[in-house]
């Protein structure tokens, strides 16, 4: 085993970090494709470039994007910094269970995702953790040193309690796909933060402390930096209702995992991809537009595609400069910096599959979540807020983190990667902070010139999910298509 850089035992972040895909040198990886040239025949339709598009960023918008303008016709390249594909999906292996590192669940209620799913036959697996019903559902919410277990009709009372958290979702998010219109709404809420509407809620301790330990997992953020505007969108798009939300958010991943997805969409549109190749600086010269690597290599091109986390694009240089609003909003990076890691404990541990347990999100995790349970062990997959807060891989720390939580747990292993340390994303899945819509929502997804926005951050819908980012990238897609005629 390597040792932490603080010399505890474990996996070093900084090693896992660069194994995991964002070093200079490929490695090899869980089903991991590259195409370094193109199909036959393939040849550029404008004039005076290497490609037609150009898309900056290997996660699920820019493979979807990519995938899109080859089937479109034109000569394409994906240029992704890390040395395998997916963004923040990373599909991986834990103790002989394939474990996603970022996204994870996908379902009937998000269409693009599903679609895709439905268009390359994949298979799917359920996860333990959810149903569209609660009745073998047990949660277990530990209110200050006191663990409460709660199951069957004993639930009712958090039922209600995430009824009136998310009670005005509805009527701020009639169509979850359409902010505009509720526009008036959503702004006249747009300043509050998601502690705000629990602290002005009258709940008892245990409703409390469950209500606050599903916000701040769906954020992946404290609350006060959470805009509760932004959480009722969730609430709505998964048909609000808590039963609803579990059947669309966490019960249904990809058997072969998000990468095999990822490769059937490369195989399917067979753009030239180009792994560990950074991008420094993109100009776009009015009829046509220069990317720089960060190598110096340079590449011409009709269109670009960005496909990049909205964190790390203050990072690359844009000439023209790009909409101040933009950079202003990337440099602030929206709130969602959380951690989620697998746990490994010895036995079945509970004869309850589908299992929860629950947490006040000052806690270093505040859900915890049966993933895969058998009478020789159990995988849970844990949630918090704050990677500070925790050493993942410091099994004694996980111990006794967990041990309120389930008592006379014994922990064996841990597993999971730390986004915010990455480079390429400084961050997880994009959560809007209060104020962000009247601020930024105008700016966001705005192309300019050559350059089109497909950054699965932003939009109408699941965006900061797997199938957000499949839709920006097919919508990116259109409009190079349209630009390019």
């Known amino acids: 085993m390597a040792e932490h850089e603080d010399g505890a035992k474990g996996v070093s972040r900084r090693n896992f970090l660069r194994g995991a895909g964002v070093g200079a040198v490929a490695v090899a990886g869980v089903g991991v494709m590259t195409h370094a040239t193109a199909a036959t025949g393939d040849s550029c339709k404008t004039a005076g470039c290497d490609y037609d598009v150009v898309v900056i960023g290997g996660g699920f918008a820019g493979v979807t994007a990519a995938r899109d303008s080859r089937k479109n016709g034109y000569k394409t390249l994906l240029l992704e910094a890390r040395n395998r594909l997916g963004g923040r999906t990373f599909t991986s292996e834990f103790d002989g269970h394939k474990v996603e590192m970022g996204g994870t669940w996908i379902h009937q209620a ?17 996860t333990p953790v ?45 169509r979850p796909y359409d902010a505009q219109h509720t526009w008036k709404e959503i702004i006249q809420r747009d300043k509050r933060t998601a502690k705000q509407r629990l602290d002005e809620l009258k709940l008892d301790p245990v409703q409390r402390v469950a209500v606050d330990s599903f916000v701040s997992a769906t954020s992946h953020a404290p609350l006060d930096q959470t805009s509760y505007v932004d959480m009722l969108r969730w609430w709505a798009l998964a048909g609000w ?29 067979k753009p030239q991809v180009r792994l560990s190749t950074p991008v420094k600086k993109i100009e776009d010269k009015g009829d046509h537009t220069v990317i720089t690597t960060q190598s110096g290599e340079k590449i011409v091109a009709a269109s670009v595609i960005i496909a990049l986390p909205m964190n790390v694009l203050p ?143 932003h939009g109408e819908g699941w965006r900061g999910s797997i199938d957000g980012a499949i839709g920006a990238g097919t919508r990116a897609a259109l409009r190079a298509k349209e630009l390019l005629g």
Do not use: C
């Open 315 to 457: 990072n690359v240089e844009f000439s023209p400069a790009l909409d101040p609003a933009l950079i202003e909003a990337g440099k602030q990076k929206h709130s969602g910096a959380g951690i989620k890691f697998y746990i490994k404990a010895k036995g079945g541990f509970t004869k309850m599959a589908k299992i929860n347990a629950m947490a006040e999100s000052s806690y270093p995790v505040s859900l915890v979540m049966a993933h895969y349970v058998s009478d020789d062990h159990t995988l849970f997959v844990a949630f918090g807020n704050d990677p500070s807060k925790i050493d993942i891989y410091d099994t004694q720390a996980v111990q006794a983190i967990l041990e309120p939580l389930f008592p006379g747990i014994q922990v064996e292993g841990t597993y999971g990667y730390e986004w915010t340390l990455d480079p390429y994303s400084l961050g997880t899945y994009a959560t809007y902070k209060p104020e962000w819509f009247e601020k930024y929502y105008a700016h966001f997804q705005k192309d300019r010139g050559r350059i089109l926005f497909g950054q699965g951050d």
């Open 110 to 126: 998000q269409p693009f995702v599903w679609a895709e799913k439905e268009r390359y036959g994949l298979e799917l697996q359920e």
């Open 130 to 174: 959810s149903s569209a019903a609660l009745t073998n559902e047990e949660y277990v919410v530990k209110v200050g040193n006191t663990t409460h277990k709660l199951a069957g009709e004993q639930l009712l009372p958090l039922l209600a309690a995430f009824d009136a958290f998310y009670s005005e979702a509805r009527q701020v998010w009639d």
């Open 241 to 269: 209702n808590l039963q609803g939300f579990n059947d669309a958010v966490v019960r249904y991943k990809l058997k072969d995992g998000t990468i095999g997805l990822i490769n059937k969409m490369i195989e399917d549109g």
